[in-house]
């Protein structure tokens, strides 16, 4: 055994080479990790590095193999399997996805080891590869590192809407095409010898068409479906305004009837009063006026801000949490003409909807929902909370997660509306509380909503 210092920092390198196409396992499902979980897989993936590098040394200083360029070669189709392992324990749900990516990598490797022997042996003709072998590492670092950004942006927008928007059976079929592929650049990729790595050149070359076609046609796929879900999401919305418009209706025309039925009997209520200030019964009439005032009450419609679409959806959400007899504390400055007014009502309607599902969990004693807005200048503020005692997974942007299929419509739609209108969203949870808060400028908005048209 024959370990020295620049074996092991040749080795250090090799790993390190090896790291951006193992953090393509991992990067494009980063949304879906919470920062706790972040904190742990970067420690994990920080030991199995320095363990890979320590033991790496040792085998390759062992001997065992032909050449050190053999023995780095074959381990490297080894030391890619720790950092899968991990980021599979951490995103198992995503299992096709990570199929998926491991195989585009094992196409990728193919082919940049290929090219990247052709190339020293160009560059190179008098001497034989395994006297290269830190040089053909280096070369297949570059290469990675030159593509891994492309890589990266690919495997992420792929998966952005993977729960949404794929299916199992679709997944089961196209992770099949790379990983046919894959094996067979592994096969190829047994024809080792230097005297073949010219005849393999064309094949690869036609493989990386062929991997190249498959993205594009694979990116173009996942861009229909995506406006599909982008149709079917504002479908959504339309239909949320109708049914809470058709909620309104019903509600102002409960108040009419009231109103109406009142308005039958004002000769008798009129009589009855005369009565009793004839009688000069004071406190009879003042408790008959009160009554009847109390009865007018409920005529009306609750008024909760000046903005009457937005008056509207509350109207309609706060009467189905008094039916469920969730309390509801509110403060709604709002003006009355409002330039998104449409799209702030489609977000407090999903987010009191979604305070009235989570309370429904909790129990009687432990329910509440508040909802405050409040106007500084040209900046609206806005605050949504409920009482939530469950732990709440929030993603990279700090939205809610949820992995229940067909929820987590109002969430994008509210990352719409921020992207749109340049709001401020935070979420949190704290002592037994789930807070939204949203921040949006007036001014930038008008702007904004102008563009939309």
């Known amino acids: 055994m024959s370990f020295d210092m620049m074996t092991f920092a040749i080795t250090t390198i090799y790993v ?9 396992q991992i990067l494009p499902f980063r949304r879906f990790l919470t920062a706790a979980q972040k904190k742990r897989l970067a420690i994990g993936w920080c030991l199995l590095i320095v363990l890979e590098a320590g033991l790496v040394t040792v085998i390759v200083s062992l001997d065992v193999f032909p050449s050190r360029q053999i023995a780095y070669w074959l381990l490297g189709y080894l030391v890619w399997l720790p950092q899968f392992l991990l980021a599979f324990c951490f995103t198992r749900r995503f299992w096709a996805g990570h199929i ?11 082919i940049f080891y290929t090219f990247t022997r052709a190339i020293l042996l160009i560059a190179f003709p008098d001497k034989l590869l395994p006297s290269l072998y830190f040089e053909q590492i280096l070369l297949y670092g570059a290469l990675s590192l030159l593509l891994f950004p492309i890589l990266l ?20 079929i196209i992770t099949l095409l790379p990983v046919l592929l894959a094996l067979e650049s592994l096969y190829l ?10 005849d393999l050149l064309l094949p690869r070359f036609m493989l ?18 995506y406006r599909e879900l982008q149709v079917f999401e504002k479908e959504h919305e339309l239909q ?13 025309e409960e108040s009419r009837q009231r109103m109406a039925a ?5 000769r008798n209520h009129i009589d009855h009063l005369l009565a009793l200030v004839r009688q000069q019964d004071r406190e009879g009439a003042l408790a008959y006026i009160e009554a009847l005032g109390t009865q007018f009450s409920r005529t009306k419609l609750p008024q909760y801000c000046k903005n009457t679409l937005i008056n509207a959806a509350l109207t309609v959400y706060f009467a189905r949490a008094k039916d469920l007899a969730i309390p509801v504390t509110c403060a709604i400055d709002l003006p009355e003409e409002l330039s998104f007014s449409g799209d702030l009502s489609i977000v407090l309607s999903n987010l009191v909807e979604n305070a009235l599902l989570a309370s429904q969990k909790q129990p009687p004693a432990a329910r509440h929902i508040a909802v405050m807005t409040m106007c500084q200048g040209t900046v609206i503020n806005l605050l949504v909370k409920n009482r939530f005692d469950a732990p709440v997974e929030l993603d990279e942007e700090g939205l809610p997660v949820t992995h229940v299929k067909g929820h987590g419509l109002g969430m994008k739609s509210m990352a719409r509306f921020r992207d749109k209108y340049g709001a401020t969203v935070f979420c949190q949870q704290k002592e037994g509380w789930f807070t939204t808060y949203i921040q949006v400028s007036m001014a930038d908005s008008a702007g904004a909503s102008d563009l939309g048209r």
């Open 189 to 198: 990729s047994m024809l080792n010898s230097q005297e073949r790595v010219f």
């Open 16 to 24: 390190l080479i090896l790291q951006p196409f193992a953090l393509l």
């Open 208 to 225: 990386l068409i062929v991997i190249v076609l498959l993205m594009a046609s694979i990116r173009s796929g996942q861009r229909e479906v």
């Open 240 to 252: 949320q305004q109708l049914v809470s418009t058709a909620h309104y209706v019903k509600l102002s």
């Open 100 to 110: 998926f990516i491991a195989a585009f990598r094992i196409l990728f490797s193919g």
């Open 153 to 172: 942006r690919f495997f992420t927008e792929t998966f952005r809407h993977f729960e949404v928007a794929s299916t199992r059976r679709y997944w089961r």
């Open 262 to 266: 009142i308005y039958e009997k004002r």
